[in-house]
């Protein structure tokens, strides 16, 4: 979680923070309709593509 001790280029820091964006709105259940696009999978039992 601590990007600064991350050596460069071991990991995707974008890819990591989209998916720590999306945790946090998860976490919260803050604006679904607007963080699935961020997360794909369904929350809750709902299905976005049906």
């Known amino acids: 979680m601590?990007?600064?001790t991350s050596p460069a280029g071991k990991d995707a820091p974008l890819e990591k923070t989209i998916k720590r964006i999306t945790d946090t709105l998860n976490q919260f259940d803050f604006l679904p309709e607007t963080a699935h696009w961020l997360?794909?999978?369904p929350a809750a039992g709902q299905s976005?593509?049906?």
């Open 2 to 4: 601590d990007f600064t």
């Open 39 to 41: 997360n794909p999978a």
């Open 48 to 50: 976005i593509c049906a």
